[in-house]
């Protein structure tokens, strides 16, 4: 698993407002989306073009397409509020849907809906979620695509906890992972900490 930490000072501000409880909701999903926009571009860094001849006013030159637009696929809830960001920069991208919402008992991941294309193979997939906690949605979500076929899978996330981390570095999977930071670790209730509590709370509010 290749693992970067998108450390920018844009990015730690950022990630500041949304661990700042005094952020309300809407200041929340902002702060989400415009860090999503630094991770997006991060991870697409190394994405293979095409080129393509084409003409400006003045004479004919090269340009540049994206070859193979990855497939995003959001983990709902709280990687919703990456979605709409991550697809205004890949316009031409497909998007699948993964639903989970992890038992805060067990804390184990309870599957709810899966929306993705039968087939995989050949796709990269970039995978939505704001907090990798335990790892264990997110594991459960990236077995989902490599059961159909996907063998590189780029994971986005807010935050990371040095317990989820290693939870997906030993599942073995084909991954990178892009996150603004690596927190302490997790609490009692396998929250991150420092972290910034639920981010599908903090988004959309309680349920
Ligand atoms: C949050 C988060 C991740 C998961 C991380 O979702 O968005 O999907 O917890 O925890 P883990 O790494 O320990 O599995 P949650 O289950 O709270 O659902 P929500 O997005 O609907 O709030
Ligand atoms: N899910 C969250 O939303 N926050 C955490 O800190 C852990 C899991």
Redesign the pocket.
Known sequence: MQLTVVDHPLARARLSRMRDERTDNAAFRAALRELTQMLVYEATRELTVAEETIRTPVVETTGFRLAAPPLLVPVLR?GLGMADTAHGMLPESQMGFVGLA?NEETFQPEAYMASLPESLVDRHVFVLD??L??GG?LVHCCRLLTARGATQITVLCA?A?PEGIQRLEESGLPLRVFTASVDEG?NE?????P????????QFGSV
């Open positions: 709280a992890r704001p907090m906690a335990t949605s935050l906890a997790l209730n396998a929250y991150i900490v972290g910034l509590g639920d981010a599908g709370d903090r």
